[in-house]
Structures are given as structure tokens and as C-alpha cells.
């Protein structure tokens, strides 16, 4: 197969899933491509057992909020090719009302933890999981704190008065 570029790529992609699978971009060279829920497992499984893709190296699981969009919360699997070093990054969308997502840890176990730490932070539940409970958090905490669902700021806090800054 030679050298694998991102062309390539895209082209087995492409050739296996068709339209399911977009292209995003291509940020410093890292691809990028979007694909749904349903499709997911099935993506990760090709390029992770594709004789010549080899992306056998889960670098990271981890999630985006974007309170704006329909599909707000976005969740990202990084993967390597360590034979080709080469690095695609993969998102799926999901509605705010309905986080959940089949688990990758049927693929890779090192998915465990970055599943509940992404759980977690950001509330989405990976189905499937063995043992899907917080990680870094409390656990009776009733939010998700990376989630943009609350004021940056707490609007009754004395110190920011101006007076205290001669304003």
C-alpha cells in the first residue's frame, strides 16, 4: 500500500460506508469525519481491523458541548495508526434529550476510563458499558459540569462589585 495520506483514507472510508461517513476537514492535516450513533461501532471496527489502516491505537475518547445546535453534544474518538502514524479524529452528534451511544470497549478496554471520565463531565451514556459510574467526581453530584448550562459567572458574588476596583 505505500505511504497511507489522508486521501487514501478517506478513499477506504468512502468505499466501505459511502455517505454515512463525512468528510469534516482537515485542521494541521489531522482528518476529520463525522458519522451517526448507528454507525459508530462499525467505523471504529474498520479502521481498527483493516489489514492495511491499522488504526489499532485508541488515543482518546472525549466529548464537546455546543448549547446552539439541535445536535448539541458531540462526541470524538481519536484514533492512530501506529504503523503509519498517521491520526483521524471521528464525531458523532447526538440530541441534547438523548446522550447515548454504544460503549468502544468491546473494541479497545483502554475505553473504559474515557468513557466514564467523558460520562462523567459531560452526562453521555455509552451503552454497553461494564461499569459506566463517575470517575473524578462525587458521586451523588446531580450535574455535568463541562455541559454550558449555567452562568460563567454567579451574578450575586460581592467581590466583582466595580466599587471594590474605584469604578
Given at each position: ?80 495508526s501506529?504503523?503509519h ?56 453530584m ?26
Amino acid at each position: 500500500m505505500g505511504t497511507l495520506t489522508n486521501e487514501i483514507l478517506l478513499q477506504q472510508i468512502t468505499d466501505k460506508f459511502g455517505n454515512k461517513v463525512k468528510l469534516i476537514g482537515e485542521p494541521y492535516g489531522l482528518m476529520t469525519v463525522e458519522t451517526d450513533r448507528d454507525q459508530i461501532i462499525d467505523v471504529l471496527t474498520f479502521l481498527k481491523s483493516h489489514s492495511q489502516l491499522q488504526f489499532i491505537f485508541l488515543t482518546d475518547i472525549t466529548a464537546i458541548h455546543y448549547p446552539e445546535q439541535e445536535n448539541s453534544i458531540g462526541v470524538i474518538y481519536h484514533l492512530h495508526s501506529l504503523v503509519h502514524n498517521v491520526r483521524i479524529r471521528i464525531k458523532v452528534f447526538l440530541p441534547d434529550g438523548d446522550v447515548r451511544i454504544p460503549t468502544a470497549s468491546v473494541l479497545w478496554n483502554g475505553a473504559n476510563w474515557m468513557e466514564r471520565e467523558t460520562y462523567d463531565f459531560f452526562g453521555v451514556d455509552f451503552e454497553g458499558h461494564p461499569n459506566l459510574v463517575r470517575i473524578l467526581n462525587v458521586d451523588d453530584m446531580t450535574v455535568f459540569p463541562m455541559r454550558k448550562e449555567y452562568p460563567l459567572e454567579d451574578p450575586n458574588r460581592v467581590d466583582k462589585k466595580d466599587f471594590y476596583f474605584g469604578r
